[in-house]
T-cell receptor
Framework: KNEVEQSPQNLTAQEGEFITINCSYS?????LHWLQQHPGGGIVSLFM?????KKHGRLIATINIQEKHSSLHITASHPRDSAVYIC?????????WGAGTKLIIKP | NAGVMQNPRHLVRRRGQEARLRCSPM?????VYWYRQLPEEGLKFMVY????????ESGMPKERFSAEFPKEGPSILRIQQVVRGDSAAYFC?????????????FGPGTRLTVL
């Protein structure tokens, strides 16, 4: 069993829909990252969480430390949000990566 | 304040050649991490370096791969005698200190293709 599990693996939605991507982990962590990888391969760090909730524009990330679970939400989704969204947890100084969720937003 | 820089962005090598990938961390960052993303797979940790020190190389293949982060200049990931299986995207990240709560900032990656 992977230490970091993401769901769903693939998600296709219509423009404007509310999107939720989930991440569960089984190891002790000091922080959790959400990152975005665009088709060209570049990676952008979206959030780093150790508790609670963070919001940036249309993106919201939450984490429940007791349940070892985090969610990334996208409100009013747009085709430019199409990318792979990756959850990674920090254990010591390594990042343990989820497999990613491929999101496609159709106009 | 420039972000993490990696060069080249794309590198093509023939089997048996050497590949050198460079990573310039953000200004003021003295910790560098290298990750590899194989086609259709997630990123995998390779090595963590501080200036002039390798802290953790548990993710590095035992042969042909080496990394350094000299006192001056960029961090270098070196792959000797490349094989087709080395074709991947290699990402570098940097942080200012080891603190677990510190965010790693990622470079754009180098895409290595071995012919």
């Amino acid at each position: 069993k992977n230490e970091v599990e993401q769901s769903p693996q693939n998600l296709t939605a219509q423009e404007g829909e509310f999107i939720t991507i989930n991440c569960s982990y089984s190891v002790g962590i000091s922080a959790l990252h959400w990152l975005q990888q665009h088709p060209g391969g570049g990676i952008v760090s979206l959030f780093m969480l150790s508790s609670g909730k963070k919001k940036h524009g249309r993106l919201i990330a939450t984490i429940n430390i007791q349940e070892k679970h985090s969610s990334l939400h996208i409100t009013a989704s747009h085709p430019r949000d199409s990318a792979v969204y990756i959850c990674a947890v920090r254990s010591n100084y390594q990042l343990i990566w989820g497999a990613g969720t491929k999101l496609i937003i159709k106009p | 304040n420039a972000g993490v820089m990696q060069n080249p962005r794309h590198l093509v090598r023939r089997r048996g050649q050497e590949a050198r990938l460079r990573c310039s961390p953000m200004k003021g960052h003295s910790h560098v991490y290298w990750y590899r993303q194989l086609p259709e797979e997630g990123l995998k940790f390779m090595v963590y370096l501080q200036k002039e020190n390798i802290i953790d190389e548990s993710g590095m293949p035992k042969e042909r791969f080496s990394a350094e982060f000299p006192k001056e200049g960029p961090s270098i990931l070196r792959i000797q005698q490349v094989v087709r299986g080395d074709s991947a995207a290699y990402f570098c990240a940097s942080s200012p200190w080891k603190s677990s709560y510190n965010e790693q900032f990622f470079g754009p990656g180098t895409r290595l293709t071995v012919l």
